[in-house]
């Protein structure tokens, strides 16, 4: 997902994800209103409550709570389960042909009812109008929609793709009202019009206000009678003021690293508790493959040998994030440890010394790495430095560090200016697809030049027809054992989620997690009754 780096059981075969899908989502929500209103403070902005153009953590985090989708991520597992859907299943044996039933009698915010043909609607609406900061992209492989009544969706693909069900149980699924959105174009009044478990009452600089809805038909069990979102737009210590005096309930996504370490070590005091949950969020050092120096393997796999990890998240990150040896991290189908195998764990300078020797470099490569504050938080640029001293204390480098703010930052990758530069990723959904697919081929998210070869002619092709997930694990290692070799990009560290509440709030373990859902529904304020 282009975010700030947003990243149980997997997806299992065609006949058993049928037999699942048929035989969930039968409970219905709770009472609308128990427990107290939560007021939830974050740095990240909501870049658009339209779900055909938002594709950040802060809009998905909108879209999951406020739209349905025909499939949604439980709270405890990541095989999708029915939502808007009664029933949802492949239909052929090539993953190519994906049928969902509509429950009976769903029904808009606006009150109109929910049909296959708004369905249909909000998907065609985001692919026509392919916003470049928007999911259309996760869309891709639709080839049409078919509605041979008001309750059946048919989507037909133009390729295999066993992932398409976690795909549309994400933010990229939400289902819109056709009668209140364009067809053609974005909404752009801050409104929000959907079927899920909220309401958007209001949206603006300062802060977002939810109210549960009442005619929500869904899985669902709400905890708390609304949710206020404030907007700290980066300033982290603003936040984490604004937690201690109690102006907010919780904080999540926002506070430094440092804040989250010292409150994890105060283990409670002052009544604010930390509550940390599985993350999939990745960061990487991208390699320009075209540059004249970094275009140079003996050069990327230097870097490869000296980087140390453990060092730069125990000294940067203050162990609030992991070492991470691959492109597909920890915890997810697929993941091997291939970097770690390469190159082992600690700086090897002789074997650095070895891979430039073999490109006829003897003198200090000089080396600059480039990241942004703004979509990365400070800590970014301390991780550079680290990196770079690291690179430095080798003898072999020359390395410095320089940031721009992220519009020229994003112009100068798309250019081809920078050698080294830095890329975060939160998944839009749990699987091993979603850590390779989106950074190799045309038009990838990296934008390195990489030529991949093997990864996009045969593996991900065939690792994207295999419903059974489990049995796509050998094609997963060949693709991260030839990352390894090429060295196109460098895995550093895997994030772990984190929230942090007051003692009073309760049920945020259920809403960090792999899928990067946070459910608004699962948290509570006060005690029973």
Known sequence: MRKTARWGALPVGVGLLAALL?????????DAGQGGRIVMGMTDEVLSVDPASGYDPGSWLVFNNVFQSLLSFPKDGSTPQPEAAEECAFTDSRSQVFRCTLKDGLKFT????LTSQDVKFSFERTLRINDPEGPAVMLSTIERIDTPD???VVFHLDRPDATFPQKIASGA???VDSESYPADELRTDG???GSGVYRLDSYGEEEAVFSVNPDYDGPAEVQNSGMTMKFFRGDQAALKKALQNGEVDLAYRGLAMEDIADLEAAGGENGIEVVQGTGAEVHHLVFNMDHPVTGKKGVRQAVAYLLDRSTLVRDVYRRTAEPLYSIVPAGITGHNTAFFDAYGERPQPQKARAALRAEGI??????????????YGPAKIRELEEIA?????SGLFDADVKSVELEQYDKDIDAGKYGVYVKGWVPDYPDADNFTAPFFGKDNVLRNGYEAGRITSELLPRTAGIGDRAATVEDFEAVQDAVARDVPFLPVWQGKQYAVAHEDVSGLEWTLDASTVFRFWEIKKGTEG
């Open 389 to 393: 001293q690291q690179l430095n204390a």
């Open 173 to 175: 699924g939400s289902i």
């Open 22 to 30: 048929a035989g969930c989502g039968e409970e219905e929500s709770a």
């Open 110 to 113: 606006s009150g109109t009812p």
């Open 191 to 193: 409104k929000a019009v």
């Open 150 to 152: 008001e309750r059946t």
């Open 362 to 375: 003897t003198e200090k490569v000089e080396l600059t790495l480039w990241g942004t504050p703004v979509r």
